[in-house]
């Protein structure tokens, strides 16, 4: 079984440019999550997808960011425009029911300079 | 306001011996416990769970175990193995809300 893909695994954007991130999660997996890292702190909830809709966006840090999941399967994550703080370390996670064992995918670092 | 606590952020631990990483946790809905592990480039990987109608849950080598009148939750790792080097994440999450609330990690390494 295929993992959680994200890519592209390393971004390096300017400040004020956009940036549009992708997670394939696992086939067949309606939950999917996306959750941010920033340098040494804990990794902190984004929002909640089941299949296309957003179940629980609460933790979008601002209208810079845009999520969407079309047809229920990828999901984009896009940054518009990028601050500096912004730079993390981004994770899509998908499960198939209520479960708390989610599949993380490896992440998406992301550097705004 | 951070909700989970890691207050450790690196334990060294000799091969073979008992690991024990600890996290406390300040929101009293929380009932739902778990613990992650992350390698370097890697996403975090479910390790253990407990809900808070227990006090302990073993799987293999992992133990956790939950005080809840302290609000305090710890994973024992023994024998420790050089391959449990690595960042562990405890997480909470009140039962049937999806959403979890991760601690800071806590760097451990596995002396051989």
């Known amino acids: 079984e295929a993992g959680v893909t994200q890519f592209p695994s390393h971004s390096v954007i300017e400040k004020g440019q956009t940036v549009t991130l992708r997670c394939d999660p696992i086939s067949g997996h309606d939950n999917l999550y996306w959750y941010r890292r920033v340098m040494g702190k804990e990794i902190k909830f984004l929002l909640h997808f089941v299949k296309e809709s957003k179940q629980d966006e609460s933790g979008m840090p601002n209208n810079r960011f845009l999520a969407e999941r079309t047809g229920g399967t990828y999901s984009t994550l896009k940054v518009q425009p990028a601050e500096l703080e912004d730079s993390g370390v981004y994770f899509c996670?998908?499960?198939?029911?209520?479960?708390?064992?989610?599949?993380f995918g490896s992440g998406t670092r992301l550097t705004v300079v | 306001d951070q909700q989970v606590k890691q207050n450790s952020p690196s334990l060294s631990v000799q091969e073979g011996r008992i690991s024990i990483l600890n996290c406390d946790y300040t929101?009293?809905?929380?009932?739902?416990f778990l613990w992650y592990k992350k390698y370097p480039a890697e996403g975090p990987t479910f390790l253990i769970s407990?809900?808070?109608?227990?006090d302990k849950n073993e799987d293999g080598r992992f133990t956790v175990f939950l005080n809840k009148s302290a609000k305090h939750l710890s994973l024992h790792i023994v024998p420790s193995q050089p391959g449990d080097s690595a960042v562990y994440f405890c997480?909470?999450?009140?039962?049937?809300?999806?959403?979890?609330?991760f601690g800071t990690g806590t760097r451990l390494t596995i002396i051989p």
């Open positions: 997480a909470a999450t009140n039962f049937g809300n999806e959403k979890l609330t």
């Open positions: 407990i809900s808070s109608i227990k």
């Open positions: 996670a998908s499960s198939q029911d209520h479960s708390y064992g989610y599949t």
């Open positions: 929101n009293s809905m929380f009932d739902y």
